[in-house]
């Protein structure tokens, strides 16, 4: 069995722990590896070395980090296919999903690679007479970056590359239930000539995400999770004097407007509501139908439903993988009957589904939900599975108020081809990130990342300015030289 550690001070180091966790293969249900989980000595020592390392790393120009950034990103390039295997095999998504999420990834570090020019600060000259100001962002600390199942590549890229471009030494708790491809950026990290403690990866469960949470020489907390944990890991690392950004879980609508173009409509809801099963937190889950859309519309996704290729994410005729875990699977299946007992119309019942190629596997196939109303279960809360839900509305006002009152904001879409609709929904939608008959409105490295409302705990999104304005401490410097001396002032400085 392969037994999996850490990644401290420039090098894989087996877990001295007594507890573990197994990892499993969702595709074939056989435990692949056992994770040992840190305990709080083994987090401490992390903790240790990351801030041992932080004043040299922090003192080298950034022009010489980026170059070590610049050779990652070469390795990263490298590597696409075996990360995106990595992926696969613990996490199920299929191979083209997974090149995709390292790509994702690889553009926040190709974003932090400008870092000399991205940490240029500001410079007044004469803001009084013979004073000048002028405005640096230097690194917070010790920072830690705790992710979710559904990006084990792309999710840590998000966090760390920024930081350690900005001059901070970073601790990454990557989830335990795929930690393998996490492990692997460390030695990529590490190969590109990255100093030792700069970079660390601890394994472990709760035990860990405390241990980050409450040490003092812990700055800043990175987090993407579900939102419970979102909400306890922004309340105590705030408890305990550190900057949090906790980025949440979702529940995105699309509405679709009476004159979209059903055809693209369709093929962009059957991705973003079936790609990756459905886990991901951009996903499509919930389709708000304006007027006598619903009818074709739902036709023509049962059809396409028909033909959704459910096998294990290394075939590559595979559209959507198995679910990551059976508890899970479980979990999804019960939401789903929890929807029929609510009265709403399952069109679409993928709950079963058999196939030779999925043996013991986390499959079942995409549902389909019509008639979906707000208070039922499956409307309020986030399933993370292949199971959209329809719900039908007269107009665009009650549309757009079901968005703005839902509890999440993550993410949302509108499918029209009338400008104006369109400009208004952007207007005026409570959510973070908007596509316009864009289903899945993930932004680019070089802008920024994240939801409103229980979609995110904190003030700043991830990467792009808002990641760096977040690893970063501002400081201004007022200065005076002068040839006579200056007399005492009791009064405040003004320009007269
Ligand atoms: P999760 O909240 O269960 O776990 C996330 C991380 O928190 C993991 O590293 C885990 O070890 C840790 N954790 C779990 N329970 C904890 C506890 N009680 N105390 C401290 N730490 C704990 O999330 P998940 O199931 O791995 O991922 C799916 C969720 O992540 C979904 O809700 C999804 O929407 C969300 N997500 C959000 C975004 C976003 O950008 N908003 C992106 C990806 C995933």
């Given at each position: 069995?392969?037994q999996?550690?850490?990644?401290?001070?420039?090098?894989?180091v087996?877990?001295?722990?007594?507890?573990?966790?197994?990892?499993?293969?969702?595709?074939?249900?056989?435990?692949?590896?056992?994770?040992?989980?840190?305990?709080?000595?083994e987090?401490?020592?992390a903790?240790?070395?990351?801030?041992?390392?932080l004043?040299?790393?922090?003192a080298t120009?950034?022009v010489?980090?980026?170059?070590?950034?610049?050779?990652?990103?070469?390795?990263?390039?490298?590597?696409?296919?075996?990360?995106?295997?990595?992926?696969?095999?613990?996490?199920?998504k299929v191979?083209?999903?997974a090149?995709?999420e390292?790509t994702?990834?690889?553009?926040?570090?190709?974003?932090?690679?400008?870092?000399?020019?991205l940490?240029?600060?500001?410079?007044?000259e004469?803001?009084?007479?013979?004073?000048?100001?002028?405005?640096?962002?230097?690194?917070?600390?010790?920072?830690?970056?705790?992710?979710?199942?559904?990006?084990?590549?792309?999710?840590?890229l998000?966090?760390?590359?920024?930081?350690?471009?900005c001059?901070n030494t970073?601790?990454?708790?990557?989830?335990e239930?795929?930690?393998?491809?996490?492990?692997?950026?460390?030695?990529?990290?590490?190969?590109?000539?990255?100093?030792?403690?700069?970079?660390?990866?601890?394994?472990?469960?709760?035990?860990?995400?405390?241990?980050?949470?409450?040490?003092?020489?812990v700055?800043?907390?990175?987090?993407?999770?579900?939102t419970?944990?979102?909400r306890y890991?922004?309340?105590?690392?705030?408890?305990?004097?550190?900057?949090?950004q906790?980025?949440?879980?979702?529940?995105?609508?699309?509405?679709?407007?009476?004159?979209a173009?059903?055809?693209?409509?369709?093929?962009?809801?059957?991705?973003a509501?079936?790609?990756?099963?459905?886990?991901?937190?951009?996903?499509?889950s919930?389709v708000?139908?304006?007027g006598?859309?619903?009818?074709?519309?739902?036709?023509?996704?049962?059809?396409?439903?028909?033909?959704?290729?459910?096998?294990?994410?290394?075939?590559p005729?595979?559209?959507m993988?198995?679910l990551?875990?059976?508890?899970?699977?479980?979990?999804?299946?019960?939401?789903?009957?929890?929807?029929?007992?609510?009265?709403?119309?399952?069109?679409?019942?993928?709950?079963?589904?058999?196939?030779?190629?999925?043996?013991?596997?986390?499959f079942?196939?995409?549902?389909?939900?019509?008639n979906?109303?707000?208070?039922m279960?499956?409307y309020?809360?986030?399933?993370?599975?292949p199971?959209?839900?329809?719900?039908r509305?007269d107009?665009?006002?009650?549309?757009l108020?079901?968005?703005?009152?839902?509890?999440?904001?993550?993410?949302?879409?509108?499918?029209?081809?009338e400008?104006?609709?369109a400009?208004?929904?952007?207007?005026?939608?409570?959510?973070?990130?908007?596509?316009?008959?864009?289903?899945?409105?993930v932004?680019?490295?070089?802008?920024?990342?994240?939801?409103w409302k229980?979609?995110?705990f904190?003030?700043?999104?991830?990467?792009g300015?808002?990641?760096?304005?977040f690893?970063?401490?501002?400081?201004?410097?007022t200065?005076?030289?002068?040839?006579?001396?200056?007399q005492?002032q009791?009064?405040?400085?003004?320009?007269?």
């Open positions: 069995m392969n999996l550690g850490h990644f401290i001070n420039g090098e894989a087996s877990g001295s722990n007594s507890r573990n966790s197994a990892i499993y293969n969702p595709a074939t249900g056989e435990q692949t590896a056992q994770l040992s989980l840190a305990s709080v000595s987090v401490e020592n903790i240790q070395i990351a801030s041992d390392a004043p040299a790393w922090a120009p950034p010489r980090r980026a170059r070590v950034l610049m050779k990652f990103l070469q390795l990263l390039n490298d590597n696409v296919d075996e990360l995106a295997l990595l992926i696969s095999q613990e996490h199920g191979l083209d999903d090149k995709g390292v994702r990834g690889i553009e926040v570090v190709e974003f932090a690679c400008g870092i000399p020019h940490l240029k600060g500001e410079y007044s004469d803001v009084g007479t013979r004073v000048d100001s002028w405005s640096v962002r230097q690194p917070v600390g010790v920072c830690a970056g705790i992710s979710p199942f559904n990006f084990p590549v792309m999710v840590p998000w966090m760390f590359p920024i930081a350690i471009a001059g970073f601790i990454m708790k990557p989830s239930k795929d930690p393998t491809s996490t492990l692997r950026l460390a030695e990529l990290f590490a190969e590109a000539g990255l100093p030792n403690g700069v970079f660390n990866v601890v394994n472990g469960d709760k035990e860990a995400v405390d241990t980050l949470l409450t040490h003092p020489r700055s800043a907390i990175s987090f993407v999770g579900s419970p944990i979102a890991v922004q309340k105590t690392g705030i408890e305990y004097g550190k900057r949090v906790a980025l949440g879980g979702a529940k995105n609508h699309a509405i679709v407007m009476p004159d173009d059903i055809d693209s409509a369709v093929n962009a809801l059957m991705g509501a079936y790609g990756s099963a459905g886990e991901r937190c951009m996903a499509i919930v708000v139908t304006i006598d859309v619903a009818d074709p519309l739902i036709a023509a996704l049962k059809e396409k439903l028909k033909d959704l290729r459910v096998l294990p994410g290394t075939n005729e595979a559209d993988g198995p990551v875990t059976q508890q899970h699977l479980d979990t999804v299946r019960s939401f789903v009957d929890s929807g029929v007992k609510e009265g709403a119309d399952l069109v679409v019942d993928g709950r079963q589904i058999d196939h030779p190629d999925h043996g013991d596997g986390y079942m196939g995409g549902c389909l939900f019509d979906v109303t707000p208070d279960r499956i309020q809360k986030e399933i993370f599975g199971v959209l839900a329809v719900v509305v107009n665009y006002e009650q549309a108020e079901l968005i703005n009152s839902h509890e999440y904001g993550n993410g949302t879409a509108i499918f029209t081809q400008g104006h609709a400009r208004e929904f952007a207007t005026r939608v409570q959510a973070g990130m908007v596509g316009i008959n864009v289903p899945i409105p932004p680019m490295a070089f802008h920024s990342f994240g939801g229980g979609s995110l904190g003030d700043h999104h991830m990467h300015m808002e990641g760096l304005r690893f970063t401490k501002l400081k201004t410097v200065s005076r030289w002068q040839a006579n001396k200056s005492s009791f009064s405040m400085p003004t320009m007269k």
